[in-house]
T-cell receptor, first 115, second 113 residues
């Protein structure tokens, strides 16, 4: 069965600090996709990244970086030099690489960036 | 850039009433989904739809729910007789194929009184 665990329910950091959001997943499939979404207070889901299970290279996009480690079934997300606009709920998610597979979301981590 | 749209953005209804939530997926997409997010909780899969039929549905998607693609552009979710616990944000998503990224709409916030 698929499962995504985000153990951190809520995190508060002061602006400009770095922060890492943890994500651990479970799946029996060898081929799958991992995602991160941002949900700001307005409620929409903003797509951040999708990573194929065969690609373990870390990825950096501006202040955002992702660390994918299959050995520990983790896909952690780091925000460098955090800003108040980064305040949101962040969801890690998983889908199997089938034709029309659903996305399974974690419970989310609420991130507060304090000015 | 094309996007998924949903209407209405907010809907308030009385318990027992029928509601229809509408979505316009991205035009060349073939797979369609509805997800639900109860306030403060995680996003949950409801149903996937392909080739004019349901591909998969979750246990949440009981007989009170139905989906339809009535024309070439709209994808609707109907709740036949709403309950208080149906109050949630409902997200529509679409993709060209299962190996492509799903694009989410902005959501419809449903409140059942």
């Amino acid at each position: 069965a698929q499962k995504v665990t985000q153990a951190q329910t809520e995190i508060s950091v002061v602006e400009k600090e770095d922060v890492t959001l943890d994500c651990v997943y479970e799946t029996r499939d060898t081929t799958y996709y991992l995602f991160w979404y941002k949900q700001p207070p307005s409620g929409e889901l903003v797509f951040l990244i999708r990573r194929n299970s065969f690609d373990e290279q870390n990825e950096i996009s501006g202040r955002y970086s992702w660390n994918f480690q299959k050995s520990t079934s983790s896909f952690n997300f780091t925000i460098t030099a955090s800003q108040v606009v980064d305040s949101a709920v962040y969801f890690c998610a998983l889908s199997e690489a089938r034709r029309d597979d659903k996305i399974i979301f974690g419970k989310g981590t609420r991130l507060h960036i304090l000015p | 850039e094309p996007e998924v749209t949903q209407t209405p953005s907010h809907q308030v209804t009385q318990m027992g009433q029928e509601v229809i939530l509408r979505c316009v997926p991205i035009s060349n997409h073939l797979y369609f989904y509805w997800y639900r997010q109860i306030l403060g909780q995680k996003v949950e899969f409801l149903v996937s739809f392909y080739n004019n039929e349901i591909s998969e549905k979750s246990e949440i998607f009981d007989d009170q729910f139905s989906v339809e693609r009535p024309d070439g552009s709209n994808f609707t979710l109907k709740i036949r007789s709403t309950k208080l616990e149906d109050s949630a944000m409902y997200f529509c998503a679409s993709t060209r194929g299962g190996k492509e990224t799903q694009y989410f709409g902005p959501g419809t916030r449903l409140l059942v009184l």
